[in-house]
């Protein structure tokens, strides 16, 4: 059975830095797109950051310059460098993987906070 495997959220101050990681294990076929969305409280989810498998990259306006999305194929890991964050950037994060079928993580809190 697939499982998406979501580390690194928590509590951080405005302007700190946090790095979220996801490795996807027993997933069937190759995976095309990896990324990460995120819901905050009252609101719908969202895009943040997706990444393709060749590479290619796109961002949510809101999180450009400051998130930095990546991953290892061989390791079907995608990350998530997050900088310069905002307690806007509060939410819970999930981790998503597209390939014949869309699996999404469990969710990571992310809470931005002095």
């Known amino acids: 059975q697939a499982q998406l495997v979501e580390s690194g959220g928590g509590l951080v101050q405005p302007g700190g830095s946090l790095r979220l990681s996801c490795a996807a294990s027993?997933?069937?076929?190759?995976?095309?797109?990896m990324g990460w969305y995120r819901q905050a409280p009252g609101k719908q989810r969202e895009l943040v950051a997706i990444?393709?498998?060749?590479?290619?990259?796109n961002y949510a306006d809101s999180v450009r310059g400051r998130f930095t999305v990546s991953r290892d194929n061989a390791k079907n890991t995608a990350y998530l460098q997050m900088n310069s964050l905002q307690p806007e950037d509060t939410a819970v994060y999930y981790c998503?993987?597209?390939?014949?079928?869309?699996?999404w993580g469990q969710g990571t809190q992310v809470t931005v906070s002095s």
């Open positions: 990444i393709n498998r060749d590479g290619r990259t």
């Open positions: 998503y993987v597209l390939t014949v079928q869309t699996y």
């Open positions: 027993e997933i069937l076929g190759s995976i095309y797109r």
